[in-house]
């Protein structure tokens, strides 16, 4: 149980143009979902939260006109790399909570290089 | 925001028991105390949950102190596929985002 999907699991894009990932929760309804971004060799940090039917919450210093989040059913949550830039390359993951429960669920990741 | 404190990295050899302890000095009371577990390019896998106390399943047992300002998450037998990073979280109690991934032990297990 608690299985969550990304697709794509690794895209290559050129500069200037936009990525969506998706993020699935496969076995279990998701009201909120979490979208990470990592370096290599460095933690998880945390991008932003998206909460079902209402506009994510981002962290400090995340552009949210550049990061654009979409969470439209308890299922599935999309992040879109606007006009992608060489320095947004990187690792990025997402994960899903169940309603009234304490632990994320993360998927396999999606790693993006931009051109 | 709790945040964690944890040894950079850990040695060890197949078949000994492993244990990393995480800090987290300003932990809430509605927080909870989660480990996981992180292969290269792979996103983290849960391994473990607690609140106080002692937690145990079928891959770790979590220790905590009565103080809850730190943790031990208790590897028993490692094997060479255990050769991960482990991150411990802190908060995470379903009312958002209150928690902060700290850099993670990285744990090889030696032959």
């Known amino acids: 149980g608690a299985v969550v999907s990304q697709h794509p699991s690794r895209v290559i894009c050129k500069s200037g143009t936009s990525v969506k990932i998706e993020c699935r929760s496969l076995?279990?309804?998701?009201?909120?979902m979490f979208w990470y971004r990592q370096f290599p060799k460095q933690s998880l940090m945390l991008m932003a939260t998206s909460n079902e039917g209402s506009k994510a919450t981002y962290e400090q210093g995340v552009e949210k006109d550049k990061f654009l989040i979409n969470h439209a059913s308890l299922t599935l949550s999309t992040l879109t790399v606007t006009s992608a830039h060489p320095e947004d390359s990187s690792f990025y993951i997402c994960?899903?909570?169940?309603?009234?429960?304490?632990?994320?669920?993360f998927g396999p990741g999606t790693r993006l290089t931009v051109l | 925001l709790a945040k964690t404190t944890q040894p950079i990295s850990m040695d060890s050899y197949e078949g000994q028991e492993v244990n990393i302890t995480c800090s987290h000095n300003?932990?809430?009371?509605?927080?909870?105390i989660t480990w996981y577990q992180q292969f290269p390019s792979q996103g983290p896998r849960f391994i473990i949950q607690?609140?106080?106390t002692k937690v145990t399943n079928e891959v770790a047992s979590l220790f905590i102190p009565a103080d809850r300002k730190s943790s031990t998450l208790s590897l028993p037998r490692v094997s060479l596929s255990d050769t991960a990073v482990y991150y411990c979280?802190?908060?995470?109690?379903?009312?958002?985002?209150?928690?902060?991934f700290g850099p993670g032990t990285r744990l090889s297990v030696l032959p």
């Open positions: 979280l802190v908060g995470d109690n379903g009312y958002g985002q209150n928690f902060v």
């Open positions: 300003n932990i809430a009371t509605n927080d909870y």
């Open positions: 076995d279990f309804q998701a009201t909120t």
């Open positions: 607690g609140y106080k």
């Open positions: 994960s899903a909570r169940p309603p009234g429960g304490d632990t994320q669920y």
